[in-house]
């Protein structure tokens, strides 16, 4: 029985399908694949708690305007919530209960002492300034007020936001304990700046983890990464360093995409030119020196050996999944391949490494500067970089052996994994009262 598999005894909604039915429908065969007991199975089909705040806040011009910010905390049952926070105009409660809880779902297959949280806010960044931005980030964070805290609910960078977005939340939240408790509270959030309490390679962690993962399939399959064909959508911070990583194993970037559009050589694009390019081309991969331009609708089309989605979510679908020739897809975005574009490609034959193993080098990062702050420690990257192998190398062997023992695709194995060690917990400590 397979997540998707299983799923062609239902009928398929016919409107497009969003990331909460996606995730629902995972969870669903999921939970009836490990034989979930009933009774957790309530528990975990819903979240803890749902936050949706309106605050004002004062523009350079000297207007306000009212902004909408979410935080979601879906499960705690490992330990405090954990999650980050996107910035971006088609945030909504729906989006946010689904990245919550596929947070729940990474952090158990992760082995970490954490539950699954997400936020954001409903906003296009691009159009503020960075002094707006500070305003809009630090009033967001004042009103969360004790939703968010150290041992309760720890933030992380997400999409279009950073470590700068941490600090000016960490010295915000900081701000509001007494003298003699600040310094107790750094850890509040992770990723942010080395010099401020962050973690040295936490920048790369998501993107190193998507790189291990393909890593460690690669090996698994005795194919050598070397002159293999890859196209990355989504060149932000998560694309940019499994390229990079990539890169320096042999492996060839064929084509990228980003928000302005696509680009391909068939020959290759390098990894390191194109990152500098971008950052004297506001952001942007256009017009980059020997390359074409590419359709959006033909990019998942082109052809390659691997496919990292590192983009948003719902973005291969039963519309382009039938036209991808990447025998591997790795997972860099969360929910970036809907439940009926898995069914296709899996009958195809293609493996997909699944967000939730495949792009957990993040919130193993996020766990080590958890540690640091908490235990007054500085650790070096090449220290971190191997704590983090350490971890995606055991949950990625523990998913290939529930994959062969159950005869079940990747991602069916590590919800299988996920659910299990919750439903254990939950078990051992019963439900209150």
Same mark, same amino acid.
């Given at each position: 029985m397979t997540l998707t598999k299983d799923l062609k005894k239902k009928e398929q909604p016919k409107q497009k399908q969003g990331m909460l039915s996606n995730v629902m429908e995972q969870f669903e065969v999921a939970a009836n694949m490990v034989g979930l007991n009933p009774n957790i199975k309530k528990i975990l089909a819903v979240t803890n708690n749902e936050l949706i705040i309106h605050f004002p806040v004062r523009m350079d011009n000297g207007d306000v305007e009212i902004f909408k910010g979410y935080r979601v905390q879906h499960n705690n049952a490992l330990g405090p919530y954990k999650g980050g926070l996107r910035y971006h105009p088609t945030i909504d409660i729906d989006s946010v209960k689904a990245l919550a809880?596929?947070?729940?779902? &990474?952090?158990?297959?992760?082995?970490?002492?954490?539950? /699954?949280?997400?936020g954001g806010i409903q906003i296009d960044p691009s159009k503020y300034s960075n002094t707006e931005l500070e305003r809009i980030t630090r009033r967001f964070a004042y009103a969360l007020g004790e939703n968010i805290g150290p041992e309760h609910d720890i933030p992380a960078p997400d999409v279009?936001?950073?470590?700068?977005?941490?600090?000016?939340?960490?010295?915000?939240y900081m701000s509001t304990k007494a003298p003699s408790e600040r310094s107790k509270n750094q850890h509040v959030v992770t990723g942010k700046p080395v010099g401020s309490g962050g973690l040295e390679g936490r920048d790369r962690a998501t993107g190193?983890?998507?790189?291990?993962?393909?890593?460690?399939?690669?090996?698994?399959?005795?194919?050598?990464l070397k002159d293999k064909k890859f196209i990355v959508q989504g060149f932000g911070n998560v694309g940019y360093w499994a390229a990079h990583f990539l890169e320096k194993e042999g492996a060839k970037m064929v084509a990228v995409q980003d928000a302005f559009g696509a680009i391909q050589n068939t020959e290759g694009l390098s990894v390191e030119d194109l990152f500098k390019y971008t950052l004297n081309n506001n952001g942007s991969i256009l017009d980059f020196p020997g390359s074409s331009s590419v359709k959006k609708e033909d990019f998942f089309t082109l052809d390659c050996d691997i496919c990292i989605p590192a983009a948003l979510g719902s973005q291969i679908t039963k519309n382009n999944a039938h036209k991808i020739k990447a025998s591997l897809i790795a997972e860099g975005a969360n929910g970036p391949t809907t439940v009926e574009a898995e069914k296709i490609l899996l009958e195809k /034959?293609?493996?997909?490494?699944?967000?939730?193993?495949?792009?957990?080098?993040?919130?193993?990062?996020?766990?080590f500067e958890w540690?640091?702050?908490?235990?007054?420690?500085?650790?070096?990257?090449?220290?971190?970089?191997?704590?983090?192998?350490?971890?995606? &190398?055991?949950?990625?062997?523990?998913v290939l052996a529930k994959s062969e023992d159950k005869k079940i695709?990747?991602?069916?194995?590590?919800?299988?994994?996920?659910?299990?060690?919750?439903?254990?917990?939950?078990?051992q400590r019963g439900i209150f009262p």
């Amino acid at each position: 029985m397979t997540l998707t598999k299983d799923l062609k005894k239902k009928e398929q909604p016919k409107q497009k399908q969003g990331m909460l039915s996606n995730v629902m429908e995972q969870f669903e065969v999921a939970a009836n694949m490990v034989g979930l007991n009933p009774n957790i199975k309530k528990i975990l089909a819903v979240t803890n708690n749902e936050l949706i705040i309106h605050f004002p806040v004062r523009m350079d011009n000297g207007d306000v305007e009212i902004f909408k910010g979410y935080r979601v905390q879906h499960n705690n049952a490992l330990g405090p919530y954990k999650g980050g926070l996107r910035y971006h105009p088609t945030i909504d409660i729906d989006s946010v209960k689904a990245l919550a809880m596929w947070m729940t779902w &990474k952090t158990s297959l992760a082995g970490l002492p954490y539950g /699954g949280a997400k936020g954001g806010i409903q906003i296009d960044p691009s159009k503020y300034s960075n002094t707006e931005l500070e305003r809009i980030t630090r009033r967001f964070a004042y009103a969360l007020g004790e939703n968010i805290g150290p041992e309760h609910d720890i933030p992380a960078p997400d999409v279009n936001t950073n470590a700068q977005t941490m600090a000016w939340i960490a010295d915000t939240y900081m701000s509001t304990k007494a003298p003699s408790e600040r310094s107790k509270n750094q850890h509040v959030v992770t990723g942010k700046p080395v010099g401020s309490g962050g973690l040295e390679g936490r920048d790369r962690a998501t993107g190193f983890g998507v790189f291990l993962t393909i890593k460690y399939w690669a090996e698994n399959k005795n194919i050598p990464l070397k002159d293999k064909k890859f196209i990355v959508q989504g060149f932000g911070n998560v694309g940019y360093w499994a390229a990079h990583f990539l890169e320096k194993e042999g492996a060839k970037m064929v084509a990228v995409q980003d928000a302005f559009g696509a680009i391909q050589n068939t020959e290759g694009l390098s990894v390191e030119d194109l990152f500098k390019y971008t950052l004297n081309n506001n952001g942007s991969i256009l017009d980059f020196p020997g390359s074409s331009s590419v359709k959006k609708e033909d990019f998942f089309t082109l052809d390659c050996d691997i496919c990292i989605p590192a983009a948003l979510g719902s973005q291969i679908t039963k519309n382009n999944a039938h036209k991808i020739k990447a025998s591997l897809i790795a997972e860099g975005a969360n929910g970036p391949t809907t439940v009926e574009a898995e069914k296709i490609l899996l009958e195809k /034959g293609v493996t997909i490494i699944p967000d939730i193993l495949c792009n957990s080098g993040g919130v193993i990062g996020s766990y080590f500067e958890w540690l640091q702050n908490r235990n007054g420690e500085i650790w070096e990257l090449e220290e971190v970089l191997a704590k983090i192998d350490k971890k995606i &190398k055991d949950a990625f062997k523990r998913v290939l052996a529930k994959s062969e023992d159950k005869k079940i695709d990747f991602r069916s194995a590590a919800y299988f994994i996920a659910i299990e060690r919750i439903e254990k917990a939950y078990i051992q400590r019963g439900i209150f009262p």
